[in-house]
């Protein structure tokens, strides 16, 4: 993992909104900024204002809560970049992959709900099981599915896959259309041919 991703350790908060979006950790980085300026305000701007040793006892207060949370941050965070890669269960999408090569699509689904479990945001993972939900023909299901993965950050450089994967499933789309719309003429031509042959047969039985 490149070390500058821990630059945003600095700001508690910042690396949770940062990679996962997490809008409950927003509170904290907004608290961070208030207190922060608060201190430089009361050390800096308006030093009379508060007694001297108490604005100091707070920077010493402070300094030590953000130490803690920078190192709370940085231990914390290659679970947020890859939890795959320091979960304690076993990595099952080299396994789901195989099942899906295979045609194995209900055993890669199981393999790649348990991949999603772990790392809900996973690309890769994702895709798979779109590509799953095509070939069991849960179109909608796919559909949906590419919809959310364009709206996750963590997939713009996925989107030559995404792209590709959309138009499988669009093909896939239009071929059950086709399906169905010829399953529904054959079905009207029966049901036009049945009163015809029906008069048909009454006409001879009258001759």
């Known amino acids: 993992m490149d070390h500058r991703n821990y630059l945003t350790c600095l700001w508690p908060g910042l690396s949770e909104l940062w990679w996962r ?3 409950s950790a927003l509170p904290l980085a907004i608290g961070f ?10 050390r800096f701007l308006l030093p ?9 006892v707070a920077c010493w207060i ?8 920078v ?35 209900h055993e890669a689904e199981r393999l790649l709900l348990g991949t999603l479990s772990v790392e809900p945001r996973d690309p890769p ?23 959310e993965i364009r709206r996750l950050e963590v997939a713009d450089h996925w989107q030559i896959e995404i792209d590709a994967e959309a ?14 719309q010829s399953e529904a003429s054959a079905a009207a031509a029966g049901d036009q041919d049945t009163p015809g042959d029906g008069a048909s047969a009454a006409d001879l039985t009258a001759a």
Request: glycine letters at 4%; hydrophobic letters at 50%.
């Open 21 to 23: 979006g997490r809008l």
């Open 33 to 42: 900024a208030i207190g922060l300026n608060a201190l430089l305000v009361l």
């Open 48 to 56: 009379s204002w508060l007694d001297p040793v108490l604005v100091r």
């Open 62 to 69: 402070g300094f030590a809560i953000w130490v803690y949370l």
């Open 71 to 105: 190192i709370k941050g940085i231990r914390e965070l290659p679970n947020l970049i890859d939890p795959r890669s320091v979960a304690e269960a076993p990595d099952c999408f080299p396994q789901a992959q195989a099942a899906y090569l295979k045609c194995q699509w």
């Open 125 to 147: 993972a994702l895709l798979l099981l779109a590509g799953v939900y095509r070939h069991t023909d849960r179109l909608q299901h796919a559909e949906s599915l590419i919809e």
């Open 167 to 180: 138009d499988r499933l669009l093909r896939a789309i239009e071929s059950a259309s086709d399906a169905e």
